[in-house]
């Protein structure tokens, strides 16, 4: 019996045994089976499943350029670059929230309960803790050895000269965009290219050497550019034009200083300005705006000289001309009169016209376009002396973000007073213009008239510091003819002697010309303010020939006096004895 | 008087000896191939813990060689537990049931006592001092031991078949258990590991048909139970249904094994070149190993693996089938079905087929205390292939199984 028993226990225990082991056997074949599925059929769906997590495509930033301008006879950057250091989390694989932000608070500052809130998020694998680490911030991130914490590097721009030509300048956001100024104008060449890395990487981003799939692509860096800026005379300018906003109790003020001899711009500065390495705290976007491009205002009586230049190109008035002046013209029903002190009808000549700044007689003149009437003629040769020859409505192609074109009344009749508009076209009302288009057009007038392409890019500098400066581009030649060009300089000498300039200039030694301008402001639903006017003035400064053409704007100066006379003309003299004493200019050879 | 009290003690001794002793035969050479699988299988598990060393202490901030020292320090406890466990005779294990389920039930006190590492929460790892171990792999190995000896008692007592005798007390255990460990513990794998053990243990000793369906049924219910209460579980029953959709979430861990086993392909990436092992795949040492050798050896790889695993197992199987004796042949039934069903689970997690457990790979799982009760496990089936008929019975004739093979043996020789 017992016997029997451990027989059969045995037996039965055998088979049950194999029935198990079967079983067993079974599970295994199923196991093989899925295995040929996942790892040979599913095969590319899970290669590409693989590298979606685990190739990583890096941008590797080109740096940008550095930007540089001219100090004295060498060059200095005023634009450079800091790197930084972005730190972000990846909340997959940061396990202990808590303890991590408590870690990072003595690094980086800020508050744990921000990070814990940010390192819980669940629905993101990036998340930005922190900006603008140091170097020595982000080593001792790295020292922490936390998984999922990463920094990313980044370039920040830095200006040397702090605020110095902000908005010439303009900055970089965030994302390395320029933005404004010369970083918008000329982004492409400063970005670069960014180069491209794609690797397998490990969970942390951190490639791993030596795989097939990686790709490395270098990236082209950004070149440096060389501005015309003459940071000195920059530095003077923008002093000199923030005295003035604050004496004249002015909005705002743009100067421009240009050398007629190839277009380049010198120095140009607005007021106010700001703190490019704080732009971000900008809270009035207008700011960022280089008015002097941006900005076109009604530009007044710094029109007439090029009106006169205009006429007596067109040979239809001779400088020495004289003329009746009614001292009141009646154009399309609406009487076009001067000021006072102007006193009343008389004979004029072409001087007196500049010098007393006379509406009638810029308006004769445009008469004298149409054979001695404001008509089709007339205005189609004056709207073509404005903006083929003197580019004004249309922009010059300065390396300047926004550059507004400014308006220029089309010639066709409208039946809504074209006579009267173009007959104030003639004294700089009815048109709007920039600092830097009347800059150009003076420019063209007093070199003997050749437009040159306003500029403040002189060239690159290239890897090797070597200089490759662009050739000044000419826009247009015979913009006045020579004979023209020369006849305007004295008529506008005689402006500037006949004016009250304090100290007075050294007329045996420098030549120093100029007009002013007190321009109405037009109201936004039509008609002008009868309390608010712009001070303008233009003039030039050299010895034997015109070296720098100054252009002031002052926007609403409340300090009394006609605007132009009382708020732009001191300005103008004050930059023109400052490019004197500091010998800017040179002065006649006798 | 001495003397007297000396002989009854003697006796009483012998008695106790005659009652439980083991129907072995003489010993015999053991199985070497055994322990040539074993080496095989525990030399893929340091190569491979060994080639993602750099990987290891890129994603944990550790020296490359850190899981590869801890591993062979774990290798020499092994063989230490190993010599123990094949030297100590079996019928001294056959009695020492009750003092190692004290120590088990010890170690299991210690772990829910102890206070835990806020990594792990749940209480599943002693810890003393430098010295920490898994409290279920002790357990497994006492009941193991314990299920051996109380069944094969039943047997030779024919009340293997007895409700009250049998059942009730391995269904008390299967409760405790179910109620420490998956429970408590949170260890739903190791719970998996030890019912599947034994119930299997109870099948191969003669348990009727009915009784071992009853048992599963109940094992089933209480799953759904454990399951449904839950919600990591739920979680983690989710996760195992659809794991590509909640891949950065939940399935995080199985989507990364999917794709590890994946991108293995054919032959594999090669040795070292493993880039889930870079902190992709988390446990990439321990209970993802699996995944990791098949990203590295491809499918090719993987089914040499499984042929290994399957080997090893046939020569338990093997074993078991040739032993005369109840008690050794549950005791390698058991050691069988647990390393099969844990290998099984855990590789089944990694293609997929199965919701993750957390229980390592036996043999090439990095991790100490796994290794150690896995190698005391084989020096017992060591010490039993001893006493292994040269033949299995016929047991369609239905002779005497011991007395043929003796006979045999008695011929050859």
Same mark, same amino acid.
């Given at each position: ?291 002097? #491009? ?143 288009? #009347? ?111 100054? #252009? ?39 | ?63 490359? +060689? ?13 063989? !230490? ?18 003092? *190692? ?49 109380? *069944? ?51 099948? !191969? ?14 094992? &089933? ?29 939940? &399935? ?12 293995? +392909?054919?032959? &594999? ?38 042929? !290994? ?29 647990? *390393? ?11 293609? &997929? ?61």
């Amino acid at each position: 019996m017992q016997n029997t028993n451990i027989v059969n226990s045995t037996a039965q225990a055998v088979k049950r045994v194999r029935l198990w082991y079967g079983l067993l056997l079974v599970v295994v074949a199923i196991f093989g089976v899925r295995l040929f599925y996942v790892q040979i059929i599913r095969y590319d769906h899970y290669k590409v499943a693989a590298l979606s997590d685990q190739l990583k495509q890096y941008e590797i930033p080109a740096s940008r350029g550095n930007i540089q301008a001219h100090n004295g006879a060498s060059t200095l950057p005023i634009v450079l670059n800091q790197q930084l250091f972005t730190l972000y989390g990846d909340p997959v694989y940061i396990k202990k929230p808590q303890e991590v932000a408590d870690k990072i608070v003595p690094i980086i500052g800020g508050n744990a309960a921000q990070y814990l809130k940010q390192l819980k998020q669940k629905d993101t694998r990036y998340v930005i803790l922190g900006k603008k680490l140091t170097n020595e911030q982000q080593k001792k991130i790295a020292a922490l050895k936390v998984p999922g914490l990463g920094t990313q590097a980044q370039n920040y721009r830095t200006y040397p000269q702090n605020s110095l030509a902000a908005q010439v300048l303009g900055f970089v956001n965030d994302e390395g965009a320029g933005k404004y100024g010369i970083e918008q104008a000329l982004n492409a060449e400063l970005k670069g290219k960014p180069g491209l890395l794609k690797a397998i990487t490990d969970v942390n981003g951190v490639p791993l050497a030596a795989s097939k799939d990686n790709i490395q692509q270098a990236p082209v860096e950004g070149k440096d550019v060389l501005l015309t800026l003459d940071l000195a005379m920059q530095q003077q300018t923008e002093s000199v034009l923030a005295d003035a906003v604050k004496s004249t109790r002015a909005s705002g003020a743009s100067a421009v200083i240009l050398d007629p001899r190839d277009g380049s711009i010198k120095a140009m500065a607005n007021v106010p300005t700001y703190d490019p390495s704080k732009y971000f705290n900008v809270e009035d976007g207008k700011l960022f705006g280089n008015a002097a #491009v941006s900005e076109p205002i009604e530009i007044g009586s710094i029109m007439k000289p090029l009106t006169t230049a205009a006429a007596i190109d067109q040979g239809v008035i001779a400088p020495s001309t004289s003329y009746y002046d009614p001292a009141s013209w009646l154009v399309d029903g609406f009487r076009i009169t001067n000021i006072e002190e102007d006193g009343g009808a008389g004979t004029r000549n072409i001087a007196d016209v500049l010098n007393l700044s006379l509406n009638t007689g810029a308006t004769w003149e445009l008469m004298q376009m149409g054979s001695g009437k404001i008509n089709a003629k007339a205005r189609e040769a004056w709207h073509s002396y404005m903006v083929d020859h003197y580019y004004f409505g249309r922009t010059t192609g300065v390396e300047q973000g926004f550059e507004a074109e400014g308006y220029v009344p089309p010639p066709a009749d409208n039946d809504a007073g074209i006579n009267l508009t173009y007959a104030n076209t003639t004294f700089g009302q009815a048109m709007t213009a920039t600092p830097v288009q #009347v800059a150009a057009a003076y420019a063209s007038m007093v070199n003997g008239g050749t437009m040159y392409k306003p500029h403040i890019l002189e060239g690159t500098i290239d890897g090797a510091g070597k200089k490759i400066v662009n050739k000044p581009k000419v826009l247009k030649q015979g913009v006045v003819s020579p004979k023209t060009s020369a006849a305007m300089l004295p008529l506008m000498q005689n402006v500037v002697a006949k004016h009250h300039f304090n100290p007075d200039f050294d007329y045996t030694a420098y030549t120093v010309g100029g007009k002013t301008g007190t321009a109405q402001i037009a109201k936004p639903g039509g008609g002008y303010y009868a309390d608010k006017f712009n001070g303008t003035y233009a003039g030039f400064v050299g010895g034997d020939e015109a070296q720098y053409v100054i #252009v002031v704007f002052v926007d609403k100066p409340t300090n009394g006096g006609y605007a132009g006379t009382a708020a732009a003309q001191p300005v103008f003299g004050k930059l023109a004895h400052m490019l004197i004493n500091d010998s800017y200019v040179m002065p006649k050879k006798q | 008087m001495m003397r007297t009290e000396m002989r009854s003690t003697h006796r009483t001794q012998s008695r106790v000896a005659v009652s439980s002793a083991l129907t072995l035969g003489r010993k015999h050479r053991s199985d070497y191939w055994l322990l040539i699988l074993c080496a095989i299988l525990l030399s893929t598990g340091l190569i491979l813990v060994y080639a993602i060393g750099p990987a290891l202490s890129a994603a944990h901030h550790v020296s490359s +060689g850190f899981y590869l020292h801890k591993q062979l320090i774990a290798i020499a406890l092994s063989l !230490v537990a190993f010599l123990i466990t094949s030297q100590v005779p079996l019928q001294w294990w056959k009695q020492a049931y009750k003092p *190692l389920l004290i120590a088990a039930g010890l170690a299991t006190l210690l772990a829910l006592v102890l206070p835990v590492n806020p990594d792990y929460p749940a209480h599943r790892w002693v810890r003393l001092g430098s010295f920490s171990f898994q409290s279920v792999e002790v357990l497994k190995f006492a009941v193991m031991v314990w299920l051996a000896g109380f *069944l094969s008692q039943r047997i030779k007592e024919s009340s293997i078949t007895d409700t009250n005798q049998t059942l009730k007390p391995i269904l008390i255990a299967l409760g405790a258990i179910g109620f420490v460990v998956a429970g408590i513990q949170s260890d739903l794998g190791s719970t998996g590991v030890m019912v599947a053990m034994m119930t299997t243990m109870a099948f !191969v000793a003669g348990l009727p048909m009915k009784r071992i369906l009853l048992i599963t049924a109940i094992i &089933g219910a209480g799953l759904v139970l454990a399951i449904s209460a839950t919600p990591y579980r739920r979680a983690r029953l989710q996760t195992y249904l659809h794991p590509e959709a909640n891949c950065q979430t939940t &399935g995080y861990q199985a989507c990364q094994a999917l794709i590890a086993v994946g991108t293995g +392909g054919i032959v &594999g990436l090669g040795l070292g070149s493993s880039v889930q092992a870079y902190g992709y795949l988390p446990e990439a040492a321990n209970d993802s190993i699996f995944a990791i050798y098949a990203e590295k050896f491809g499918f090719i790889g993987s089914i040499l693996l499984l042929a !290994v695993f399957v080997a090893f197992f046939a020569r338990m199987k093997s074993i078991a089938e040739r032993l005369p004796d109840d008690f050794s042949r549950l005791l390698v039934i058991g050691v069988l079905s647990w *390393l099969s069903v844990q290998s099984l689970i855990n590789i089944g997690a990694m293609i &997929g087929l199965l919701p993750l457990k957390g229980i390592t790979l036996p043999f090439i799982s990095y991790g100490g205390t796994s290794v150690v009760f896995v190698a005391a496990a084989i020096g017992l089936v060591f010490q039993c292939s001893q006493y292994a008929a040269y033949s299995v019975p016929r047991i369609a004739e239905g002779r005497n199984f011991r007395d043929n093979t003796l006979r045999s043996r008695a011929e050859r020789a």
